[in-house]
């Protein structure tokens, strides 16, 4: 029978292999050519060393119903999961915080309206996933360059409050152009509701007063996202 410290040995050898391997797919063949739990897990691996991850890594992602899921869940929820820890949830937050940052960076770099594909990315990676319902505006200036990008209120899983008077008087703080309304709906399901429709219209026509444009209002979800503008509703 083996020792206590041999059984240790044999874990980390088997470790070492197995995130060796992991490692060698992912520089011959870049993230694609690991499966979504495999990132996680390897993830993991750089907090926990001496741990097997891939046990965790996949009820992480039972958990949270995917990838997505886990890189957007706060970090009390995270630290819920059996298993997981101050370093362990900090290495999934930091993660999630740089791809937010780069793709943040490929936005604010052009003007946003001729680089829509680009906003649609990071407001999908930031926001599809919440558990609640967040609305943000981002505010340009005459060039469409982006001058501001906030999130106005947070709610429950189903709603939160917007204020027409907020949002056009932080646009007159901030001397903005125009604007485009986000908010995400926990749901998954990006269709808009009819006050979602109602309060962009109000939004519109209040902007409207003072030479603000509201250039759309995106509903993001994990079923996709709705213009409201691309579909004729302001």
């Known amino acids: 029978m083996a020792e206590p410290d041999d059984d240790a040995a044999a874990l980390g050898n088997d470790l070492k292999g197995h995130r060796g391997r992991l490692r060698k797919r992912l520089f ?19 907090a926990i060393p001496r741990g097997d ?7 992480l992602m039972r958990e949270f119903g995917g990838i997505g899921g886990v890189l957007t869940a706060d970090a009390e929820a995270l630290g819920r999961v059996k298993g997981m820890g101050e370093i362990s949830t900090a290495a999934i937050k930091i993660a999630h915080a740089a791809a937010i940052r780069l793709l943040q960076s490929q936005v604010s770099d052009r003007p946003v309206l001729a680089n829509w594909q ?10 599809a996933h919440h558990a609640i319902e967040r609305f943000r505006v981002l505010h340009l200036n005459t060039k469409n360059m982006l001058i501001r990008d906030e999130v106005m209120s947070k709610g429950s ?30 749901s998954g399901d990006p ?3 009819r006050a979602d429709i109602e309060i962009t219209r109000t939004i519109a026509e209040a902007g409207k007063r003072l030479g603000i444009t509201v250039h759309d209002h995106i509903v993001m979800g994990t ?5 409201l503008r691309a579909q004729g509703l302001i």
């Open 118 to 127: 680009a906003l649609l990315d990071y407001l999908r990676a930031d926001m």
């Open 223 to 227: 079923g996709g996202h709705v213009s």
């Open 28 to 46: 011959d063949g870049g993230g694609e050519a690991l499966l979504d739990h495999e990132l996680i897990e390897y993830l993991l691996a750089i």
């Open 157 to 186: 899983i189903d709603q939160a409050a917007v204020y027409v008077r907020e949002v056009i008087r932080r646009a007159i703080d901030l001397g903005s152009a125009s604007i485009i309304l986000v908010h995400n709906h926990p």
């Open 53 to 59: 991850t891939k046990a965790l890594a996949k009820a």
């Open 191 to 193: 269709s808009p509701s």
